[in-house]
């Protein structure tokens, strides 16, 4: 079945320590999002790409970066993690971000907790 | 800044009851959508609506988009334990390629 992937599932990393978060998918979307979503809160859009073309929003902290290597796969790393960016992190895909029927579809997420 | 209000944040029914899951907004969107999302899992789209006044049943649940596309509901018909979980709705502008405007969530919990 065509979905979205995340690895791993579950993340435990130390304070100040890089940590790399993976996501990929099998459905050919050209659009690839990134969420955090802190516990029963709607989630909040980090960044996106169009293709290969990244979209950062303004209030994502710079400790955060992502890389698109190809269709397939998109990477979030976290510089120097601190306490507060404990949470869960969702991956979606849209197959184009123009038209109201291209829906966003997400991820099982990668729970991250820093220690 | 376009908004999503969702109401209520919490609901804690019986199984058995009807329940009905708001979101307002003072801005139009193109399309609204509605999602489920378990503890622990990534949120699973259940619905689409894209016309003003259109009506989507999935089962025991209806979907409904407000006129003016500034508001939908979500109506659950004799709910069940399994249909616990934070239910969200997210809204696309219209001029804001793909991004989502989410609705704060409903948490519901339906006791056996």
């Known amino acids: 079945d065509a979905m979205v992937i995340q690895n791993p599932r579950y993340q435990v990393t130390q304070f100040g320590k890089p940590v790399t978060l993976s996501c990929s998918q099998t459905?050919?979307?050209?659009?690839m999002y990134w969420y955090q979503q802190k516990s029963s809160q709607a989630p909040k859009l980090l960044f996106h790409?169009?293709?290969?073309?990244?979209?950062n929003e303004a209030d994502t902290p710079d400790n955060f970066q992502s890389r698109r290597p190809n269709t397939s796969f998109c990477f979030l790393d976290i510089r120097s993690p601190g306490l507060g960016d404990a949470a869960m992190y969702l991956c979606?895909?849209?197959?184009?971000?123009?038209?109201?029927?291209?829906?966003?579809?997400f991820g099982p997420g990668t729970r991250l907790t820093v220690t | 800044t376009q908004l999503l209000e969702q109401s209520p944040q919490f609901l804690s029914i019986q199984e058995g009851e009807n329940l009905t899951v708001y979101c307002n907004s003072s801005?139009?969107?193109?399309?609204l959508q509605w999602y489920r999302q378990e503890p622990g899992e990534g949120p699973v789209l259940l619905v689409t609506?894209?016309?003003?006044?259109e009506v989507k049943k999935l089962k025991r649940l209806t979907f409904q988009f407000g006129d003016a596309r500034k508001d939908s509901s979500l109506h659950i018909t004799a709910a069940q334990p399994g249909d616990t979980g934070l239910y969200l709705c997210?809204?696309?502008?219209?001029?804001?390629?793909?991004?989502?405007?989410f609705g704060q969530g409903t948490e519901l919990s339906v006791k056996p």
């Open positions: 979606a895909t849209s197959r184009d971000r123009s038209g109201a029927r291209y829906e966003q579809y």
């Open positions: 459905l050919n979307h050209n659009v």
């Open positions: 790409y169009y293709d290969k073309d990244f979209n």
């Open positions: 997210a809204g696309r502008p219209g001029n804001q390629g793909g991004k989502l405007i």
């Open positions: 609506v894209v016309t003003g006044g």
């Open positions: 801005s139009v969107f193109s399309s």
